[in-house]
């Protein structure tokens, strides 16, 4: 006897896991130092242990598409027309690959731009504070 095929079936992903996928393939781009969060986020970052890899970085999904609005920390003297074409082509595949789902629109803002010594200087000891994309991560 041959089983009848699903006839109906969807498939949903939370606003998390995109802004997650987002936040950890764009914090492989060299030259993004950070991604920065508004005042809430920045509270909570000081009561958090570990990384938070979907800080500064938000997404509406819909059934066969996506949009990402992230807020970014540069480091200085990387061309920043040229950070972000990587974070689009990076952010875009993995959310093809990783989902289905298109990237329509990708909002880009940079909140500041930093010598990595004052990053550093600036973020010692906060969850977000490594380098290391893979670090510390939730």
């Known amino acids: 006897m041959q089983t009848k095929p699903v006839e109906q079936a969807h498939l949903t992903f939370e606003t998390n896991v995109i802004e997650k ?4 393939t764009a914090r492989k781009i060299n ?3 950070s991604f920065e969060g508004g005042m809430l986020s920045n509270i ?3 009561l958090r242990t570990k990384s938070d890899p979907t800080q500064g970085i938000t997404a509406e999904v819909g059934e066969h598409q996506t949009r ?3 807020n970014v920390v540069i480091e200085y003297g990387y ?3 040229s950070v972000f074409e990587q974070v689009c082509k990076d952010t875009a595949d993995a ?3 990783l989902t289905g789902l298109t990237v329509i629109e990708l909002d ?3 909140v500041d731009v930093m010598t990595q010594s004052e990053w550093k200087n600036a973020n010692t000891g906060k969850p977000n504070s490594t380098l290391d994309p893979n670090k510390n991560l939730k």
């Open 95 to 97: 959310i093809k690959q």
């Open 79 to 81: 061309e920043m027309q």
């Open 108 to 110: 880009f803002n940079v």
């Open 44 to 46: 909570t970052d000081r």
């Open 31 to 33: 030259g993004i130092l």
């Open 68 to 70: 990402i609005e992230m």
């Open 21 to 24: 996928i987002v936040g950890v």
